[in-house]
């Protein structure tokens, strides 16, 4: 079976952090497509990445990763210094500044002539210090080598352990003094009414500060670059809700005689403010661990996409890396082998089995004009 390579010039797939509810997944959407030059952008809340396709004529990847940015999410990225020899006038830096921008993936790029080395920011996962390379290599009669990688390629979910990390510490912080917080706040109901009196109601204030300001500041923060934008989403509910909560509490913590004379009773909510931000810490500990084990699982499956792929060149097939596969070229799969790409079928019928991606176990007929997918087997 022959097929062609699907996809579209200039897409990338980005990864995303800080991203906490769907409404975040659609505002990022929203103001990428708004950009010009960007022909369509799709954000996955669940893998925590955005798909962008984009005229690289008009708007680069690094036009989009600082529009991410400035929204207030992050885009992490990778940096590799390249050494590389056979520079010898500006001409030269130019070439090969524009044969790397021009790579995959690649963010940003720049040869300092004095040093013969190229700083190269790329997206992990879109290209690898050794696809840097071959960009230089193609670029003319240079050579290039990897003097130093600054950030370690990350292992699937490294990511979300490490937001699962983070969380972690702050909830078992948080809950921590939100337990005194809540038993001073409820010894009402069980009969201890010296909790009521004001030193209780100050020693709450004091345990409750931290709770909202260092483990709960990703919610404020998270509200802050909202309202920049003009936007909400679940940082602005939270947000708004426990700083009323705290700053009406501590009002009638420090003036409640001011309180008094508006003729308002003075009360305190300092365990609402505490168990809402210890809740929902909770909950996305919860949800960073879930999104680290989707993420896994999903690239175990992309793993099991061979490493080569048969082509026809020249009038004849040969093997090359699956990762050398270009738009737009062709290559041949045998009874029994799997796809080494995404692609549509332009000669041959066959069945493949597709059940890594569907779960279904009957094979699926393909004849010219359908697609594959793949990592499925022909």
């Given at each position: 079976?022959?097929?062609?390579?699907?996809?579209?010039?200039?897409?990338?797939?980005?990864?995303?952090?800080?991203?906490?509810?769907?409404?975040?997944?659609?505002?990022?959407?929203?103001?990428?497509?708004?950009?010009?030059?960007?022909?369509?952008?799709?954000?996955?809340?669940?893998?925590?990445?955005?798909?962008?396709?984009?005229?690289?004529?008009?708007?680069?990847?690094?036009?989009?990763?600082?529009?991410?940015?400035?929204?207030?999410?992050?885009?992490?990225?990778?940096?590799?210094?390249?050494?590389?020899?056979?520079?010898?006038?500006?001409?030269?830096?130019?070439?090969?500044?524009?044969?790397?921008?021009?790579?995959?993936?690649?963010?940003?790029?720049?040869?300092?002539?004095?040093?013969?080395?190229?700083?190269?920011?790329?997206?992990?996962?879109?290209?690898?210090?050794?696809?840097?390379?071959?960009?230089?290599?193609?670029?003319?009669?240079?050579?290039?080598?990897?003097?130093?990688?600054?950030?370690?390629?990350?292992?699937?979910?490294?990511?979300?352990?490490?937001?699962?990390?983070?969380?972690?510490?702050?909830?078992?912080?948080?809950?921590?003094?939100?337990?005194?917080?809540?038993?001073?706040?409820?010894?009402?109901?069980?009969?201890?009414?010296?909790?009521?009196?004001?030193?209780?109601?100050?020693?709450?204030?004091?345990?409750?500060?931290?709770?909202?300001?260092?483990?709960?500041?990703?919610?404020?923060?998270?509200?802050?670059?909202s309202l920049k934008h003009r936007t909400a989403d679940?940082?602005?509910?939270?947000?708004?809700?426990?700083?009323?909560?705290?700053?009406?509490?501590?009002?009638?913590?420090?003036?409640?005689?001011?309180?008094?004379?508006a003729g308002i009773e003075p009360q305190v909510y300092?365990?609402?403010?505490?168990?809402?931000?210890?809740?929902?810490?909770?909950?996305?500990?919860?949800?960073?661990?879930?999104?680290?084990?989707?993420?896994?699982?999903?690239?175990?499956?992309?793993?099991?996409?061979?490493?080569?792929?048969?082509?026809?060149?020249?009038?004849?097939?040969?093997?090359?890396?699956?990762?050398?596969?270009?738009?737009?070229?062709?290559?041949?799969?045998?009874?029994?082998?799997?796809?080494?790409?995404?692609?549509?079928?332009?000669?041959?019928?066959?069945?493949?089995?597709?059940?890594?991606?569907?779960?279904?176990?009957?094979?699926?007929?393909?004849?010219?004009?359908?697609?594959?997918?793949?990592?499925?087997?022909n």
């Amino acid at each position: 079976m022959a097929a062609q390579t699907a996809g579209q010039q200039g897409r990338a797939l980005i990864p995303l952090k800080g991203m906490h509810c769907a409404s975040c997944a659609a505002n990022i959407e929203k103001h990428l497509n708004a950009m010009p030059g960007v022909t369509g952008a799709s954000v996955n809340f669940a893998s925590s990445e955005a798909s962008v396709g984009f005229d690289s004529g008009s708007v680069g990847l690094r036009d989009i990763v600082r529009k991410i940015r400035s929204l207030g999410y992050e885009a992490p990225t990778e940096t590799a210094v390249l050494d590389i020899k056979g520079i010898s006038c500006a001409s030269c830096v130019n070439r090969i500044e524009t044969a790397l921008n021009k790579a995959p993936g690649v963010v940003r790029a720049a040869v300092n002539f004095a040093q013969a080395q190229a700083l190269v920011e790329f997206l992990p996962g879109a290209a690898t210090a050794a696809e840097l390379v071959n960009a230089v290599d193609r670029a003319g009669a240079y050579t290039a080598s990897v003097a130093d990688q600054t950030n370690a390629e990350q292992q699937p979910g490294a990511q979300f352990e490490e937001e699962f990390r983070s969380n972690r510490s702050r909830l078992i912080f948080a809950a921590a003094l939100t337990l005194p917080v809540f038993v001073l706040g409820m010894g009402h109901m069980v009969g201890v009414h010296s909790f009521n009196r004001p030193w209780a109601h100050f020693t709450a204030l004091v345990l409750s500060t931290p709770v909202l300001f260092w483990s709960g500041a990703q919610f404020f923060t998270g509200f802050w670059n909202s309202l920049k934008h003009r936007t909400a989403d679940m940082n602005t509910l939270v947000a708004a809700g426990t700083a009323s909560a705290y700053l009406y509490s501590a009002a009638a913590t420090l003036a409640p005689s001011a309180l008094a004379r508006a003729g308002i009773e003075p009360q305190v909510y300092f365990e609402t403010a505490c168990m809402i931000i210890t809740l929902i810490l909770f909950g996305r500990m919860l949800e960073a661990r879930a999104k680290g084990q989707t993420s896994d699982a999903i690239r175990r499956l992309m793993d099991l996409r061979p490493r080569t792929a048969r082509v026809s060149r020249d009038g004849r097939e040969m093997e090359i890396p699956a990762d050398e596969l270009r738009e737009g070229e062709e290559f041949i799969v045998r009874p029994g082998e799997s796809f080494p790409a995404d692609g549509a079928v332009l000669d041959g019928r066959s069945a493949v089995d597709e059940s890594m991606v569907t779960g279904e176990s009957i094979p699926v007929d393909k004849q010219p004009g359908d697609m594959v997918t793949g990592a499925t087997v022909n």
